[in-house]
């Protein structure tokens, strides 16, 4: 890759990576969405999901610290803003745990990730040292994802509500406000991107993120399907219906 | 150190080393609210404190990646709203650059920390390594200083503006700003520091921690009295009034 692209065309190239790998095309996304699991399979995605959405906040607070513009950080902070609200009980995280709640998961365990797959806390975890350690162009692009997130949500809660008797619009409205604000942020970044990403070598490093962020949510969905869907093998320590008195 | 101590005694111990290793009793420190310096030596001062003023918001956005609780999340992200400000111009960096304005020094070179002291750098890289690397309670902690520098910074404030003809009153607009806030600042991580630190082992963390930041503080006077005062001997690379060009 040494030919340097427009911004147009890098957006492109983006854009294309996402067609290829973004969680849309996984089948546990397919499933989920479709209303194909069952309630011990999404209670699965939501107690998993958990620790991903209570990093994020985590993960928007080290890209700040690796921006030097004053003027980029006002644009980013307002992530940490949102997610964690002005108050007691109005974060991202607490709508979230409506959902946990909702399926009758203990919310003290839930806080304490008890039960999580490790390969949710790998993936998870290798996305906050990305986001740590590289530079700061790939940090911004490795949320580029977020330019996906809208339609994918959208149709995964019409999906779920239209299928799971178990699930209700209220316990969903983590998601309404994600949606609200997702295409601002990712706005912001791609023009981050796009203003820094100038060189061949720089705009492959832009690339590379989005694909390391497509692979980190990918695995993510891997290790559900393989310890829920099929072959159905929660491993040691992960949480697992069967056990559970209900 | 084997003694758990009650959360008044932990603060009076915190306060003991201050009082021991604060910045207040470094002779740099002393000349310059003294106004005992001359314009180059203040402008020295001025420089070097650029890059730790740059770095302030990113220290804060590491500690508030290292916070897992949202509400402390909520009260720690007035630091960087504070320091960032709402707009183009309105960041603690612009008003800091009023006094390097002020001095005459170049706005782009300052920006790009020419001429800063390698022990500068050093010293505000540890602090920033600290954050990112000890425990949440030890990265907020670290910021214990603050308890004392609402004294010390009106102090020298009143001081410069006595003595130097060439520091105007808006120039300083910077730390009426961050006179306004830092008792809340400390305020918080004070009952932060007292709620976390109830182990003997912990308490000495945190201990620790506040003797760190006071080296931070101190070892950059230090090498601005060495290159600007006594001895007087500039390190490579490093401004030197005597080569530039008035």
Request: charged share 25%; aromatic share 10%.
């Given at each position: ?32 969405s ?7 399979q ?10 991903y ?8 607070a080290?890209?700040?610290s690796r921006l030097?513009?004053?003027a ?7 992530r940490i ?6 108050g007691?009980?109005?974060?991202g995280?607490?709508?979230?745990l409506?959902?946990?709640?909702g399926?009758?998961?203990d ?6 990730f008890?039960?999580?797959?490790p390969?949710?806390r ?7 040292q990305f ?10 692009a ?9 339609t994918?949500?959208?149709e ?7 299928s799971?008797?178990?699930?209700a619009?209220?316990t969903?409205?983590?998601?309404d406000?994600?949606l609200?604000?997702v ?10 991107v796009k ?11 832009a ?8 692979d ?5 969905l ?25």
């Amino acid at each position: 890759m040494a030919r340097i692209l427009s911004p147009a065309d890098l957006e492109a190239e983006l854009r294309q990576v996402a067609a290829r790998r973004y969680y849309h095309l996984h089948p546990f996304h397919r499933l989920l969405s479709a209303g194909r699991l069952d309630r011990a399979q999404v209670t699965a995605w939501a107690l998993n999901r958990t620790y991903y959405q209570a990093m994020i906040p985590v993960k928007d607070a080290l890209v700040l610290s690796r921006l030097a513009d004053p003027a980029d950080r006002r644009s980013w902070r307002r992530r940490i803003v949102e997610q964690d609200g002005e108050g007691e009980g109005e974060s991202g995280l607490d709508r979230w745990l409506r959902l946990t709640d909702g399926l009758g998961l203990d919310r003290a365990k839930v806080l304490a990730f008890e039960g999580v797959l490790p390969a949710t806390r790998f993936a998870v975890d290798a996305y906050l040292q990305f986001v740590r350690e590289r530079t700061p162009l790939e940090a911004v692009a490795s949320s580029l994802t977020e330019l996906f997130s809208a339609t994918v949500v959208s149709e995964r809660m019409s999906g779920m509500l239209a299928s799971y008797d178990f699930i209700a619009r209220r316990t969903l409205a983590y998601f309404d406000e994600r949606l609200a604000r997702v295409n601002r942020d990712a706005d912001f970044a791609l023009a981050y991107v796009k203003t820094h990403a100038v060189t061949a070598e720089t705009q492959a490093l832009a690339i590379a993120a989005m694909r390391f962020k497509c692979d980190v949510l990918w695995s993510q969905l891997d290790a559900l399907h393989f310890a829920y869907v099929d072959p159905k093998l929660p491993p040691p320590g992960a949480w697992n219906p069967d056990e559970e008195t209900r």
